[in-house]
């Protein structure tokens, strides 16, 4: 699996399980879109360009899966995610040499976790994303977990 050397594009998301629909953060030329995983729960893909990109797109269909896999691993490990949990994932489509690669990079924030914990359950949460499971092996994915 080759690194990209040089990025070309990139998509971000930013991923958190709303919990008041009247709510509302895109402001001034961006959007919120509403995402949903099996079992019908819904995700924020908050701020997204009005015409969002291929790398965007991809970035918040996996962390609409990612999230939802997180929340399985969590209740798994018999863990409870505090409320304003959330992921952040970064897609980038480089270069190296002459060719084209995707990379991915997440920030999982778990505030109020042991350190040891969080990262046990992103970890999990990539065995169990069905979108982590196609890319497994085939890009670069870098991972940070915050719990502060």
Known sequence: MAKIEKVLFSGKTHTTINRDPALQ?????VVDLKLSAPGGQ???FI???PHPTAEQLFAGAW???YIAALGIAASL???????????????????????WFL????????PGIDQEVAEAIARAAHQICPYSKAVHGNIEVEMNVVTA
């Open 42 to 44: 819904a995700y924020d």
């Open 25 to 29: 953060r895109g402001e001034h030329g």
């Open 103 to 110: 990379g991915a990079h997440f920030t999982v924030r778990i």
């Open 63 to 65: 962390s609409a899966c």
């Open 77 to 99: 490990k018999k863990v409870t995610l505090p409320e304003d949990h959330s992921v952040d994932i970064q897609v980038n489509i480089g270069q190296t040499g002459a060719a």
């Open 47 to 49: 701020a997204a360009e």
